[in-house]
Nanobody, 119 residues
Framework: QVQLEESGGGLVQAGGSLRLSCAAS?????????MGWYRQAPGKQRELVAQ???????GYADSVKGRFTISRDNAKNTLYLQMNSLKSEDTAVYFC????????????WGKGTLVTVSS
């Protein structure tokens, strides 16, 4: 069974930095995967923040370009989101997601980690 566990959230002042981690277990190698970080703020829809494919391609929401960086450590089976120059509007629950291109049943989510940016 695939399981994802986020960590690294917490309270930080505006302008500060935070690094989120997503530890994965049960992931099968040899298939094309899309890994991503999503966030959901109070009263808003869940949105894609950053995306990384197994081939190394990345994508970012316009609101975080230049401030956030998605990466992974294959040896540790861990996905990261480095967040710099944090703003109050970045406050949200952040979720890790891993899915396969070809298999709809392979779509996994973590429980989320709360990031609160104070003014």
């Amino acid at each position: 069974q695939v399981q994802l566990e986020e960590s690294g959230g917490g309270l930080v002042q505006a302008g500060g930095s935070l690094r989120l981690s997503c530890a994965a277990s049960g992931i099968i190698s040899g298939i094309n995967l899309i890994m991503g970080w999503y966030r959901q703020a109070p009263g808003k829809q869940r949105e894609l923040v950053a995306q990384l494919t197994s081939g190394g391609s990345t994508g970012y929401a316009d609101s975080v370009k230049g401030r956030f960086t998605i990466s992974r450590d294959n040896a540790k089976n861990t996905l990261y989101l480095q967040m710099n120059s944090l703003k109050s509007e970045d406050t949200a629950v952040y979720f890790c997601n891993v899915r396969a291109f070809k298999f709809p049943s392979m779509d996994y989510w973590g429980k989320g980690t709360l990031v609160t940016v104070s003014s």
